[in-house]
Each structure stands twice: as structure tokens, then as C-alpha cells.
């Protein structure tokens, strides 16, 4: 039963970690589903569950240098800003576009400045000489 206990919870955090890279790919490719919060998500629970899949975010040739940037220094490139707040600000426009009912835009871009502001608040990473 004990072990049980100990294998449960490791069980979930892959789970989590696994469901949130599937997600992030698919945001990779689909426009308007993110990636980069999915792969926070990921890292952060394989790092309790599947340290082999942590790893492997890390060092992975795309993603890796982001979640590093974010690791380390909680920073987030210039390029991701642009391109997060250049998102944001035409899904509103979209919405707008297509007449979206005016309480529910003005929920969405109450959000998408609220992100937006935290997003462009960060650090730009610095790079070693």
C-alpha cells in the first residue's frame, strides 16, 4: 500500500507534465492556443515527477533557451513580447472584427492588458559575454 502512495503521486506529476507538452505543441501550431505557459507548466511538474522529461525541455534546441531565460533570470526575450503582445492585441481586433458582444471584449482585452503588462514588465534575459 505504501508503495502505492509513493507511485500515485509520481504517476499524476507525468501525467500533468505530459498533457501540458502535448498542449504546447499543439500551440506550436494552432494560433491562439499558447505554448510557452503550458511549458512552464510542464517543466515545473516533471521536475517533481519526471526528471528525465525536465531534462529534455532544457535541452531542447527551440524551447530550451526560453524556459532557461525564464528559469534564471525570470526574463522573457524581446522577440516572445513582441510576438505575445502582437497576439493578443489582433485576437482582440478579431474579436471586435466579428462582433463579439461588448462585456464579454471587454473582459478578454481587460485581460490581455493585464498579461500583456506583466509580460512587458519582465527583464529582457541578459547573455554572457
Known sequence: MRRLRLFLPQMGWRLLAGGCVAFAVVGAVLPGLPTVPFLLVAAWAAKRGAPELYERLYQHSIWGPTLRDWRDQRAISRRAKRLAIGTMA???????????????????????????????TRPVPRRPL
Do not use: E, N
Not at 481586433?93 to 500583456?116: K, Q, R
Open 90 to 120: 489582433a485576437s482582440a481586433l478579431l474579436l471586435w472584427i466579428v462582433g463579439t458582444v461588448l462585456p464579454v471584449l471587454m473582459v478578454i482585452s481587460a485581460l490581455f492588458i493585464c498579461v500583456g503588462t506583466f509580460i512587458l
